[in-house]
């Protein structure tokens, strides 16, 4: 078992360059071309995982492009693990400051929109809160819980429309624009399948909260700031038909 593990350490070297520990197990005149084999094949299966975690940036810059860049990204950054379904963390910082996309100061902000739904894809699976397990509750125990967002809750705000933008990309639209307005994306995973939204401030405040672990009673005043014509009560009650909350905690509120 030592000397098989010794292998494979000095073949996962070779692949990577060092070729020289791999001689106890080769001949005299065997040949290392071979490792090219795999390094290409390495080399592929990055390059393939990443075009389908960020396919809106794949839709907006055209495959040539794309691949290309995929290929520096995967020699500078390979895998960590085999499992590459969630391969690509570190892709939207290395896009923008990758210089050929200085062109397209967007790009960096849709591949980290593109993984946020990767991850809302991934992440744990836990039970939703519901309406009805809010019903019999006091007022003033409400407003003191804290509220519990989804595992696989994601979102993000940008000061320019790049939700809009991306979502349109991401439809399979032609005709993009992105507004000049602040927006934010909401991610969540539900029986298996990812929805998004483009959510305003008042409710990207509201989950700012919860995250923060700030009481219903805050996240509602915090809404209310950002937007004073928000209605806070139907802002709650679309959160949780998405299905954004995992749980309320009421222990605070006793």
Request: aromatic residues 8%.
């Amino acid at each position: 078992m030592s000397e098989l593990l010794d292998f494979q350490d000095a073949f996962v070297a070779a692949l990577d360059g060092a070729p020289e520990g791999l001689s106890p197990w080769l001949g005299p005149d065997a040949g290392l071309a071979g490792l090219t084999v795999y390094r290409n094949t390495i080399a592929k299966g990055c390059v393939d995982a990443l075009a389908a975690n960020f396919p809106t940036v794949l839709s907006m810059v055209g495959e040539e492009w794309f691949r290309a860049a995929a290929a520096l990204f995967a020699r500078e950054a390979p895998p960590a693990s085999a499992a590459l379904q969630g391969y690509g963390e570190a892709f939207p910082a290395w896009l923008g400051r990758f210089p050929p996309a200085e062109a397209l100061p967007y790009l960096a902000g849709v591949a980290h929109l593109d993984r946020l739904w990767t991850e809302a894809l991934f992440a744990a699976e836990a039970p939703t809160l519901s309406a009805e397990a809010l019903a019999g509750l006091a007022p003033q125990a409400l407003a003191e819980g804290r509220l519990a967002l989804h595992p696989s809750v994601r979102f993000a705000a940008f000061e320019a429309g790049l939700p809009s933008l991306w979502s349109a990309a991401r439809a399979g639209e032609t005709e993009l624009d992105l507004p000049a307005r602040a927006e934010a994306l909401l991610c969540r995973r539900r029986d298996g399948v990812v929805a998004h939204r483009v959510i305003g401030e008042a409710e990207t405040e509201f989950l700012r909260a919860c995250r923060d672990g700030q009481p219903l009673a805050q996240a509602a005043e915090r809404a209310a700031l950002a937007d004073p014509d928000v209605s806070v009560a139907s802002l709650f009650a679309a959160l949780i038909a998405d299905g954004v909350f995992g749980g309320l905690n009421l222990e605070t509120a006793r």
